[in-house]
Every structure is written in structure tokens, then in C-alpha cells.
């Protein structure tokens, strides 16, 4: 992009600052302006990676040293006349290309077939008009149009936002929708997971909508930052790759020394020069294990297949075995370590007592199957009543949907609204058979900056409201508060404990409160209305962990493998999850972004990292700052992940592992397994199946390496 158009830390700008700096206006660009620009800038788009051709793939089973000594004793054979032996070997080279070549093409079509190949529309503003265009047409100053349901096309500086909440999860692994405000100005050195008045290319716009003015395209956006670091990180050879090196170079000494020294007792002997040459050749092809290379891709293609059917789908063969060698996973935590899917855990019930009572809420993801349990057991009919008016407090204060279609639960809306809807349905309220009895008449929609909705609703001649929001707000609109003993003075103080808990431990935590008001005109409900009402309740959500997850992790401790979880989640989230699952008890093994940034030199980084096993709010070029300070460790490093933001440290690793069901292109392209369910105890699995592998090799390669050892002990006694 031309330096005219790149602005440093737009963030960091006031609005009419980035507009002047573009030469651009609220109403867009002059569509010859445009066009213009679009000529200077090029088009606003990645470079795609070509698959490799068949005849590459082919060429490259035999880019090996061992295969390399193997051509070489073939062409001593020819020399020697030798043609049974120089046929024997071709055609073992030929056979292990082509079971290569088969495995690894199959692989690659796979890949291919789960790439989202969907063409991107946006809206934007043109002399003050709405064009519909491609992405790929957009330049610096252009005006876009985000609304709920499209995905940014390019990086933008927010103009204006109503109720905007963006899903970042792609760049930043943060995974909850981030609220979005324009008129905010910025540090300039904040974190991208807090760049509030910022759209970034690739993330999803969950709720509302807004517009903003392009600030970066292509490659000079984030999400193009991370392909350009793809591009140029080097990849780092698997660890079958670097043994086999050491094993031929050996074998290559070994049987140098054992023709030089038989070459030396025929000349002592005075057999003819020509016949200690032949002497020495045959001894050398006779040594070289010429089947190790068939046995091996046999194996590992046998491997690979067995993979497959455990969801791991493998694209390069050696990744079989560099899976089965890893000492370290470095895994993504939202959708593979949890299911990515915001869930009631908790419900906070104000009692008679002076503390409140936490009951659990059984059941995980959007499946309504689950129940109460308080801390007596399932609830009795003074709670379950309490329970339902919180339920239709849930299912009235909320624009989200749940149902149930062609067998499957389908919903959409926000996060925090289908989890309400989710606890509703266990509590067996429907949004639909409540409307029936109490009709709305009003609503006040959620927004970022009131952090609050409201419902009103005809309840026969009067009125009564339902609130959902932040626990400091809603409370000062409350003056009681509802017990299984009925109604009382509210209790703010140990209410607001109960809150902080429960936040402290990685919940999200939202008030439900409702009442009957006095209102003169229903239809302008404001927050004027809002006082005196009744809290119900509080609801303390989380992304929960998926079943077969903490198994999984405490199988790779059995193995010897250390885990660790990198994620952009706030650290008090990460350290909850990585508490469950045993990854980490101490705060101190937790580490954040900001204290990799503080970090000099990579001794120290290593130090850092030694013990650290949960990394929260975590910058894309960090997580590869984390893997390659495990490797200079010595570790084997495996890494998983699904964004954008993964792909650097997928690239660097032994070992990248992507997720196939919600992964991205950039994500599978950079790595060498691909997990098709996206889940953490598949790729448990394919190490399981990894080191089978790496049996079966070790077996191969002893079995003929005894062989051609015995023949060089004849050749020698002969």
C-alpha cells in the first residue's frame, strides 16, 4: 500500500483525524476516486496458496538422503552389471513414490474440500450512495456498512456503532463477542483484543450495526500481517525427517569404512584392482537396507489410514510420526478444549441467610437437557416457583432464538441471550407460551453503553417489566429481592460479593430482576421506569469444558506429554478452565501478552516459559514468540488452533494442528494435521496412533539393518 494511505495506530486517532489523513468524508469516496485508488493499492485480498501438483508431490518422496544413497547404488549396479539389483532397488523407489504420492494427494483433496470457497460482498457509502461490491474492490477511505450477520471486510476505524458487538475469536481467541465504541481514542500501544473502535478483516458481526472508513487492505491489514508471517516463516522439518538424516548418514559411514576395509585385505591379497572395485560395490548394495524406504511409507500410510477413522486427517506422511513424537501441545482453548458454546453453570439465588446460594445448572452446550441442583438436592416447590420467574425473566428480556428443526436445535443471536434461552427451556419455560399470557408492549434493546435490556408486558390491567444486564446496574433499579421464602429487603452488598466471586473464577455474570410499574404511556418505556423492582437472580455463565477433555489431558501427563493452553481469554477465565482440567493450580503459572512484552532477551523468555502452562491474552506473534522458545527447550512442540491468529506458530511447530469443522483456510493450510470434529482428545488420539507408528518404524528399520549387518559379518568371515 502506498504510504499516503497507511496510518499508524488509527486507534490511537480521533475520527475527523483518520478521515482528513485519508481524504475521505462520512459520505465515501468519488467512485472515480475509488477506481483510482483501487489501481494504486490493488486489490483487497490474500495471496492464495496453489496446492501442489501431483507431479511435485511425486518428485518430492524422493527429496530423502536415504533415497539419495539408494539412486546412487543403483547406478553402482548398472556399473557392475548388475541388473537384477539395479531393477530391484528402482522399483522399490518407484513403489514407495507412488504409495507416498497416493497418501499425500488423497490428503491434500481432503484439505481442499473443507475450504469455505464463499465470495465476500460488502456494502459501502460512494458519493453518498449504498453500492453493494466485492471485497475485493474496497481501497483506504471507502465508507462500509456493517450490520448483524456480515463479516468485516477489511481492518476499519469505527464512525459510528449502534449496539455493535463483533466475535474477534479469529484473531484474537478472545471468545466472547467484544462491544464495540466508536468515539473511543485509544493508547496507542493497547492490545488488539482492546481496540474497541476498531473492525478488523475476517472477524464476524454478531449484534447491531455500524459503520466505519477503511484504514488497511489486503496484506496491510491484521489478518494480512499474520498471512505475510505464514509466508515467510520457514518450516521446520519433522522429527522422522532429522532421525532418518542422522540414520543414513551413519549408514553411509558404516558401510564406506566396512567396502574400504574389505578393499584393503583384497588388495593385501593382490586381487586385482578391478575385481576389489566390483568387490566393494557389491559389498555396498548388498549392505544398504534398499527396502527401508517401502517399509516405511507402508507403515506410515498404514498409520495414516487408522488416523482418519480417529478424525485426525493427516496431510503430510512424516506428520504421523512427528504427532506420535511430540513432548509438548500447545492447544488452543475455545472450541477444543471447550465447546464454544456460552452455557448456565450457576445460578445465584438470594436467601434468608446472609450469604446467597449458588445452585448448579447440570447439562453442556445448546442441548436443553440438564436440570437445578441446589445445595439440598433437586429443588422443592417454593424454589421451583422461584425458578420459573426467573426463567421468564430469562426468556422475555432477550431477542435471541432457540428451536428446534428437521431433529436438530438451531438458534441465533447473541451468545449471552441463546445460553438465557438454553436455561429456560431446563427450567421448562417457552419464550412463546409465555408471550401467550403476558404480550410485550415495549422493549429497551441491549446496548454496549446502557449494559442492560427491558421488556414490557401486559400482565392482565397492569404492566410488569423484565431486566436482564450487569450486575451494577441492575441492581440500584431494585428494592427487594426474591428468596424461596418469599420476597425481602434486598441485600446488595453480599449480592455484589457473590457477583465478584463468580466473575473472579472466569463467569460471566448477569442480574435478572423484574417487576410491576406504573407507567402512563407504555409504549415509551425508558429507564426512568426502571426502579423499584425485584432481583431474581443472578446467572453466571461459561464456555464449559468439553466432556473427554480433562481425560485427555491427564492421558498426555501419563505419556510424558506437558500440555498448555494458549488463548486470548482474560487470564482469570484461563486459569478457571486450566483449573478443571488440571493444567494449572498456581496464579504464577499463569502468563499474559503484557508480561511476554516486558520480557529481554531469550533467556529470560525461556525461563519464562519453563514453567508457565496457561498464556492468556496472547498477541498472534507471541504465540510464535511460545513455541519457539519451547523448541530451543528441546521439546518436540505440537500446536493447535483454528484462527488466523494461530497460523505463525502453526507453521513454526514440529507439528501444526488445525481444526477442520470451524478452522480457518489460513489456519488448515498452515498446518499438517487437521482434526475433523475439533477436538482436543482426537489429537490424544492421533499421538497414541503417532507413536504406534513410531513403533512399527523403529521395528523396520532394526529388522533390516540385522539383515544387511549379517550380510556384511559373511562377507567379511568369507
Same mark, same amino acid.
Given at each position: 500500500m502506498p504510504d499516503a494511505w497507511r496510518i499508524r495506530a488509527p486507534h490511537h486517532l480521533a475520527i475527523d483525524a483518520v478521515l482528513e489523513r485519508l481524504n475521505t468524508s462520512r459520505d465515501g469516496l468519488a467512485p472515480d476516486e475509488a477506481q483510482a485508488r483501487l489501481a494504486q493499492v490493488g486489490p483487497n485480498a490474500l495471496p492464495q496458496p496453489e496446492g501442489d501438483s501431483l507431479a511435485r508431490i511425486f518428485l518430492r518422496q524422493f527429496a530423502s538422503p536415504l533415497i539419495y544413497v539408494l539412486m546412487a547404488a543403483a547406478i553402482l549396479s548398472l556399473t557392475i552389471g548388475e541388473w537384477s539389483d539395479a531393477g530391484f532397488i528402482t522399483a522399490v523407489l518407484l513403489i514407495n513414490a507412488v504409495i507416498g504420492t497416493f497418501q499425500e494427494y488423497s490428503a491434500q483433496r481432503a484439505a481442499e474440500a473443507l475450504q469455505r470457497l464463499v465470495r465476500i460482498r460488502c456494502r459501502v457509502l460512494r458519493a453518498?450512495?449504498?453500492?453493494?461490491? %466485492?471485497? &475485493?474492490?474496497?481501497?483506504?477511505?471507502?465508507? /462500509? #456498512?456493517?450490520?448483524?450477520?456480515? @463479516?468485516? +471486510?477489511?481492518?476499519? $476505524?469505527?464512525?459510528?456503532?449502534?449496539?455493535l458487538e463483533i466475535d474477534e475469536s479469529l484473531l484474537t481467541g478472545e471468545s466472547l463477542a467484544v462491544a464495540k465504541q466508536a468515539d473511543?481514542?485509544?493508547?496507542?500501544?493497547?492490545?488488539?483484543?482492546?481496540?474497541?473502535?476498531?473492525?478488523?478483516?475476517?472477524?464476524?458481526?454478531?449484534?447491531?450495526?455500524?459503520?466505519?472508513?477503511?484504514?488497511?487492505?489486503?496484506? %496491510?491489514? &491484521?489478518?494480512?500481517?499474520?498471512?505475510?508471517? /505464514? #509466508?515467510?516463516?520457514?518450516?521446520? @522439518?519433522? +522429527?522422522?525427517?532429522? $532421525?532418518?538424516?542422522?540414520?543414513?548418514?551413519?549408514?553411509?559411514?558404516?558401510?564406506?569404512?566396512?567396502?574400504?576395509?574389505?578393499?584393503?585385505?583384497?588388495?593385501?591379497?593382490?586381487?586385482?584392482?578391478?575385481?576389489?572395485?566390483?568387490?566393494?560395490?557389491?559389498?555396498?548394495?548388498?549392505?544398504?537396507?534398499?527396502?527401508?524406504?517401502?517399509a516405511l511409507t507402508v507403515a506410515l500410510a498404514v498409520s495414516m489410514r487408522r488416523m482418519a477413522r480417529r478424525h485426525v486427517l493427516i496431510r503430510r506422511l512424516v506428520a504421523v510420526e512427528s504427532l506420535g513424537s511430540c513432548t509438548f501441545i500447545a492447544t488452543d482453548k475455545t472450541g477444543t478444549l471447550t465447546l464454544n458454546q456460552l452455557t448456565v453453570k450457576r445460578l445465584v439465588v438470594p436467601a434468608s441467610a446472609a450469604e446467597p446460594e449458588v445452585w448448579e445448572v447440570t447439562g453442556e452446550g445448546l442441548e436443553p437437557t440438564g436440570e437445578v441442583v441446589t445445595p439440598r438436592g433437586l429443588s422443592d416447590a417454593s424454589e421451583q416457583a422461584l425458578l420459573r420467574r426467573l426463567a421468564e425473566a430469562a426468556v422475555l428480556a432477550n431477542e435471541g432464538y432457540l428451536g428446534r428443526r428437521n431433529g436438530q436445535w438451531v438458534h441465533h443471536g447473541d451468545a449471552v441471550d441463546v445460553a438465557l434461552l438454553v436455561l429456560a427451556h431446563k427450567l421448562g419455560v417457552n419464550r412463546d407460551e409465555v408471550l401467550v399470557h403476558l404480550p410485550e408492549v415495549a422493549t429497551i434493546p441491549f446496548e454496549s453503553e446502557r449494559r442492560f435490556a427491558a421488556s414490557l408486558h401486559r400482565d392482565g390491567p397492569a404492566y410488569r417489566v423484565y431486566v436482564k444486564g450487569a450486575v451494577e446496574r441492575v441492581l440500584p433499579m431494585c428494592s427487594r429481592m426474591a428468596t424461596p421464602a418469599g420476597e425481602q429487603e434486598l441485600d446488595a452488598e453480599n449480592v455484589t460479593a457473590a457477583a465478584l466471586k463468580l466473575a473472579g473464577s472466569g463467569y460471566r455474570v448477569i442480574a435478572l430482576a423484574a417487576g410491576e410499574v406504573a407507567i402512563a404511556d407504555p409504549e415509551t418505556l425508558s429507564d426512568a421506569d426502571l426502579h423499584a423492582l425485584t432481583l431474581l437472580g443472578l446467572v453466571a455463565m461459561i464456555d464449559p469444558?468439553?466432556?473427554?477433555?480433562?481425560?485427555?489431558?491427564?492421558?498426555?501427563?501419563?505419556?510424558?506429554?506437558?500440555?498448555?493452553?494458549?488463548?486470548?481469554?482474560?487470564?482469570?477465565?484461563?486459569?478457571?478452565?486450566?483449573?478443571?482440567?488440571?493444567l494449572a493450580r498456581d496464579p504464577a503459572q499463569v502468563v499474559t501478552g503484557a508480561d511476554l512484552e516486558q520480557v529481554e532477551g531469550t533467556e529470560a523468555l525461556d525461563r519464562l516459559t519453563a514453567k508457565a502452562r496457561v498464556y492468556a491474552r496472547m498477541e498472534p506473534r507471541q504465540k510464535l514468540d511460545i513455541v519457539q522458545s519451547l523448541q530451543r527447550q528441546g521439546h518436540f512442540v505440537a500446536v493447535s488452533g483454528d484462527g488466523a491468529n494461530d497460523a505463525p506458530a502453526l507453521r513454526a511447530a514440529h507439528v501444526g494442528v488445525a481444526m477442520g469443522e470451524n478452522g480457518t483456510d489460513v489456519a488448515r493450510e498452515s498446518a499438517d494435521i487437521i482434526i475433523t470434529d475439533d477436538n482436543f482428545a482426537s489429537i490424544v488420539a492421533g499421538v497414541e496412533e503417532g507413536r504406534i507408528a513410531y513403533g512399527n518404524v523403529r521395528k523396520v528399520i532394526f529388522l533390516l539393518v540385522s539383515t544387511g549387518a549379517a550380510e556384511l559379518v559373511l562377507f567379511l568371515l568369507s
Open positions: 453518498g450512495e449504498s453500492y453493494e461490491i %466485492d471485497a &475485493e474492490a474496497l481501497v483506504p477511505g471507502d465508507i /462500509v #456498512l456493517l450490520e448483524s450477520g456480515t @463479516r468485516v +471486510p477489511a481492518d476499519l $476505524r469505527l464512525l459510528e456503532g449502534h449496539d473511543l481514542i485509544l493508547d496507542e500501544d493497547v492490545p488488539l483484543a482492546e481496540r474497541r473502535n476498531m473492525a478488523f478483516a475476517g472477524t464476524l458481526v454478531m449484534r447491531g450495526r455500524g459503520h466505519g472508513v477503511v484504514v488497511a487492505t489486503g496484506l %496491510d491489514t &491484521e489478518l494480512g500481517r499474520i498471512a505475510a508471517d /505464514v #509466508l515467510e516463516q520457514p518450516t521446520v @522439518r519433522a +522429527p522422522l525427517v532429522e $532421525r532418518m538424516e542422522r540414520f543414513t548418514r551413519r549408514i553411509a559411514v558404516l558401510v564406506g569404512i566396512a567396502a574400504l576395509l574389505m578393499a584393503a585385505v583384497a588388495m593385501l591379497r593382490g586381487m586385482p584392482m578391478a575385481d576389489v572395485f566390483m568387490m566393494a560395490v557389491a559389498l555396498a548394495v548388498s549392505v544398504i537396507p534398499e527396502g527401508l524406504p517401502v469444558l468439553r466432556p473427554e477433555a480433562t481425560r485427555a489431558v491427564a492421558l498426555c501427563r501419563q505419556a510424558g506429554i506437558e500440555v498448555a493452553m494458549v488463548t486470548g481469554d482474560h487470564p482469570a477465565t484461563a486459569l478457571a478452565i486450566a483449573r478443571e482440567l488440571g
